[in-house]
Nanobody, 122 residues
Framework: VQLQASGGGLVQRGGSLRPSCVAS????????IGWFRQAPGKEREFVAA????????YYADSVKGRFTISRDNAKKMVFLQMNSLKLEDTAVYYC????????????????WGQGTLVTVSS
């Protein structure tokens, strides 16, 4: 079981990016997926989550209204549309499988893959 994030990059403050996450080795549409991020020198933190069925979502307060999580179960992919990016959004972004709906702690997620670096410049 593996999740792989990609689609990060360098973007100016106020810009947009849309990282994606692709899964392999699991029945993707049975799992709730979360995005997390880790900035340099900081702990990993929750960003957004999406339900395996129905598309229900929840977000960290810091990204609410700016980020949108979505999924394509047929393609086993999850996306994170990031708009109005701020300098403080600079981090490595990871996707993972949530152990339960409502989880926000990184310890409540599994199947971490390599992340994708998002750098917001001024």
């Amino acid at each position: 079981v593996q999740l792989q994030a990609s689609g990060g990059g360098l973007v100016q403050r106020g810009g947009s990016l849309r990282p994606s996450c692709v899964a392999s080795g699991l029945m993707f549409d049975d799992y709730d997926i979360g995005w997390f991020r880790q900035a340099p020198g900081k702990e990993r933190e929750f960003v957004a989550a999406i339900r395996w069925r129905g598309g229900n979502t929840y977000y960290a307060d810091s990204v609410k209204g700016r980020f949108t999580i979505s999924r394509d179960n047929a393609k086993k992919m999850v996306f994170l549309q990031m708009n109005s990016l701020k300098l403080e959004d600079t981090a490595v972004y990871y996707c993972a499988v949530l152990r339960f709906w409502g989880a926000t702690a990184p310890t409540a997620a599994d199947h971490w893959g390599q992340g994708t670096l998002v750098t917001v410049s001024s």
